[in-house]
């Protein structure tokens, strides 16, 4: 069975540049996380979605972050503009309704605003 | 809120030797699952092994244990004999009652095997 899918695997793009990062879930899967992981912060959430509908945006750090779910095979992550601070590995998860069931994650995506 | 403490930043165990990862937590949710993560150099986050709050017996996943002591908000993963594989930085992360919520993770501990 497929994993999570993330595109690109690596980003690099310069400040002000819009950057698209990508996600498809686990078949079948009907939550999916977004996370990304700093040397300062370590991995926290950003949004999840629960059949395709975001449950808890809090961790977006600011109106420069949005995130789509437009189906249950894909969502995207947004960044615009983008600024070095975003610098950072984002890791997109996937797991389904059920006690005690386990989180997937894609491979990431690198991404470096210079 | 919940909390992860992994107070071993890194260390060190030779190959074929068992080692100890140490983690423990802080929730007042009444149930919780614990989970461990391995994330070796190539960046990847593999789920290696869970635990969920009443469960009875401590979780096992071939060379990973995982050793839950409940009243000491404690749990601790045990590799046993250790492979050069296994050189990665380790995770452990919790959510209350199991996978469905987002998981608050620890700062992890990076294990070095040594031949």
């Known amino acids: 069975d497929a994993g999570v899918i993330q595109s690109p695997r690596h980003e690099v793009t310069e400040m002000g540049q819009e950057v698209t990062l990508r996600c498809k879930p686990i078949?079948?899967?009907?939550?999916l996380f977004w996370y990304r992981q700093t040397m300062m912060r370590g991995l926290e959430l950003l949004i999840y979605?629960?059949?395709?509908?975001?449950?808890?945006d809090s961790g977006m750090p600011e109106d420069r972050f949005s995130a789509k779910m437009p189906n249950a095979s894909f969502s995207t992550l947004k960044i615009q503009p983008s600024e070095p601070r975003d610098s950072a590995v984002y890791f997109c998860?996937?797991?389904?309704?059920?006690?005690?069931?386990?989180?997937?994650f894609g491979p990431g995506t690198r991404l470096l605003v210079l | 809120a919940q909390k992860i403490t992994q107070t071993q930043p890194g260390m060190f165990v030779q190959e074929k030797e068992a080692v100890t990862l140490d983690c423990t937590y802080d929730t007042s949710d009444p149930s919780y699952g614990l989970f461990w993560y391995k994330q070796p150099s190539s960046g990847e986050m593999i789920f290696l092994i869970y635990q969920g709050s009443y469960d009875q017996q401590n979780a096992t996943e071939g060379r990973y244990s995982l050793n839950f002591q409940k009243a000491r908000k404690s749990a601790n993963l045990v590799i046993s004999a250790s492979q050069l594989g296994d050189s990665a930085m380790y995770f452990c992360a919790m959510t209350p009652e199991g996978g469905n919520t987002p998981l608050v993770f620890g700062k992890g501990t990076r294990l070095s095997v040594i031949a």
């Open positions: 998860a996937s797991t389904r309704t059920g006690l005690q069931e386990t989180q997937y």
């Open positions: 078949s079948g899967h009907d939550y």
């Open positions: 979605f629960n059949n395709n509908v975001p449950i808890d």
